[in-house]
């Protein structure tokens, strides 16, 4: 017995041994790099000098860079939160459609994850621009609605102005939401899909509205998967640099676009490495809390 849980253990020591290695060379070894460059200055235009020193973090939690940490976090909030109120119903129709329907829907949720993102942002700003799709279903609309009213005897509208609906903060929002969609449907689906029916049932049979049994049942009973589409949707959105890239004025950058300015532009590797560092404590901090509100609803139910 002793023999064979041995020869157990060199087996999965065999097994692990390639993705452990991979981790540790390309992804712990250069995050230990970037967070001892955090402590560094620059002492040349291609050399750091790692001092110990805690100037970078000092300077990134000046008013300016909390300002735009403060702006990143609130467009992640609200992005999370149109991900939840767009992809709940979503989730739960998947959820209650037939065997067929249920498989494609999946596929039509998952289907974007086939194209690269900068495609999809591209065509997001084809939709988007001044004279994209939106501003010419509009000026068609209007146009319309123009001329009927000239028909009908009374004073035609004025000329179409496009709205301006790209390079500004909801552009960047839209654009967050189009992207992280999928993440926050699939897990609200997975926990719709295992929840006991027979409750919603016995919530309806009681006198209980559907609404109300929404509410009531359903929201309680799918808790975990909303704090799994909530983690995986607002780190990703918290450090999203494409989307607020293309889609976003100077007055829409996120913290993300500011750490790749100290990279590629500044070449002020310690401050860029101390502002990606407090990003990646935010994250951390989120799935503590996460990670708490778990624990404490596994208790109660318990």
Request: net charge neutral.
């Amino acid at each position: 017995m002793e023999q064979s849980w041995r020869r157990a253990k060199a087996a999965f020591a065999a097994i692990a041994l390639p993705p452990l290695t991979w981790l540790l060379l390309f992804f712990l070894i250069p995050l230990a790099v970037i967070w001892a460059y955090s402590f560094g200055e620059n002492t040349g235009p291609v050399t750091i000098d790692l001092t110990g020193t805690f100037a970078n973090y000092l300077r990134a939690i000046e008013p300016i860079y909390l300002e735009i940490f403060w702006k990143s976090i609130l467009i992640a909030g609200l992005t999370t939160m149109l991900c939840l109120v767009i992809g709940f119903p979503v989730a739960l129709a998947i959820a209650f459609a037939s065997p067929r329907t249920k498989t494609w829907l999946l596929m039509l949720i998952m289907l974007p994850f086939w194209t690269n993102l900068l495609i999809r942002t591209f065509a997001l700003v084809a939709v988007l621009r001044e004279n994209g799709y939106v501003n010419f279903a509009l000026e068609w609309l209007w146009n319309n609605a123009s001329w009927a009213m000239t028909l009908a005897g009374f004073q035609p509208l004025g000329e179409f102005e496009p709205l301006k609906l790209l390079y500004n903060n909801a552009a960047v929002v839209v654009g967050l939401v189009y992207v992280h969609l999928p993440f926050m449907v699939l897990p609200l689906y997975s926990a719709l899909d295992r929840m006991d029916r027979s409750l919603m049932e016995a919530s309806l049979d009681l006198g209980a509205g559907h609404l109300r049994t929404i509410l009531l049942v359903v929201v309680p009973l799918a808790a975990p998967g909303i704090a799994s589409g909530v983690l995986i949707t607002f780190i990703p959105a918290l450090g999203a640099y494409l989307t607020p890239d293309l889609l976003g004025g100077t007055d829409s950058q996120m913290i993300a676009n500011v750490i790749e300015r100290q990279f590629k532009r500044a070449n002020d590797w310690p401050f860029g490495a101390a502002l990606s560092f407090l990003l990646m404590y935010l994250t951390f901090i989120a799935i503590a809390i996460q990670t708490t509100l778990q624990r404490r609803a596994d208790r109660r139910g318990a």
